[in-house]
């Protein structure tokens, strides 16, 4: 059963700390991405990578990091640099950019501080 | 001015409406559309992809391209209560070898009975 998942559904982060969300596909995919979800702001893109160790910054990179070990792994560490952490957090994959590769999104991380 | 806009509703309609959702984009060298289809703390799922103008139907939804006034839609027939979710429009380009996904800021729809 091919799919994104990412764990886990819920995390707590302390004042000060950091936290890391995992993200990984059996999709086959190149290309990898996370985005931050407010309301009402849409989804923002934080890193995305095409390959395995190389990763770019997106439109909100601040405060996060992010590595690619694995094809299959993205993993997201927010820093306690971050100070407005609150949100929910969606991982994406898609095969490298072609004829309209599409995104396909991991069922979410809800990130509440403490 | 955003690169892409949408309505955040709340859109409420009865069981078995036609619902009309709408976004424009600015950026004219879009040419690949997606609707997202997103249940409360889900993540998005793809509903419908188009390229360039014209219309695409599957079942009950049809997507519709306007590039001439930069203007997406997708519209849903005979709704039902389980079409109640957010619907983010995003627009399709590239950088370097991954796509980059340009996002609205979704329309919540709620399907009365």
């Known amino acids: 059963d091919g799919g994104i998942t990412q764990s886990p559904k819920y995390l707590f982060r302390k004042e000060g700390q950091n936290v890391t969300l995992s993200c990984e596909q059996n999709?086959?995919?190149?290309?990898m991405y996370w985005y931050r979800q407010d309301p009402g702001q849409g989804l923002r893109l934080i890193y995305y990578?095409?390959?395995?160790?190389?990763?770019q910054k997106g439109d909100i990179a601040e405060g996060y990091s992010v590595s690619r070990e694995k094809k299959e792994s993205f993993p997201l560490t927010v820093t306690s640099a971050q100070k407005n952490p609150t949100a929910f957090y969606l991982c994406?994959?898609?095969?490298?950019?072609?004829?309209?590769?599409?995104?396909?999104f991991g069922p979410g991380t809800r990130l509440l501080v403490l | 001015q955003k690169e892409v806009e949408q309505d955040p509703g709340p859109l409420s309609v009865p069981e078995g409406a036609i619902v009309s959702l709408n976004c424009t984009y600015s950026?004219?060298?879009?040419?690949?559309f997606m609707w997202y289809r997103q249940y409360s703390r889900k993540g998005p799922e793809l509903l419908m992809y188009?390229?360039?103008?014209g219309n695409k139907e599957d079942g009950r939804f049809t997507a519709q391209v306007d590039k001439s006034s930069k203007y997406i839609s997708l519209f849903i027939r005979d709704s039902q209560p389980s079409d109640s979710a957010t619907y983010l429009c995003?627009?399709?380009?590239?950088?370097?070898?991954?796509?980059?996904?340009?996002f609205g800021t979704g329309t919540r729809l709620q399907v009365t009975l």
């Open positions: 994406a994959s898609s095969g490298l950019a072609g004829l309209g590769e599409t995104q396909y």
């Open positions: 999709l086959n995919h190149d290309a």
């Open positions: 990578s095409q390959i395995v160790n190389d990763f």
């Open positions: 950026n004219s060298a879009f040419q690949y």
């Open positions: 188009t390229y360039s103008s």
């Open positions: 995003a627009t399709l380009g590239y950088t370097g070898t991954a796509s980059k996904l340009t």
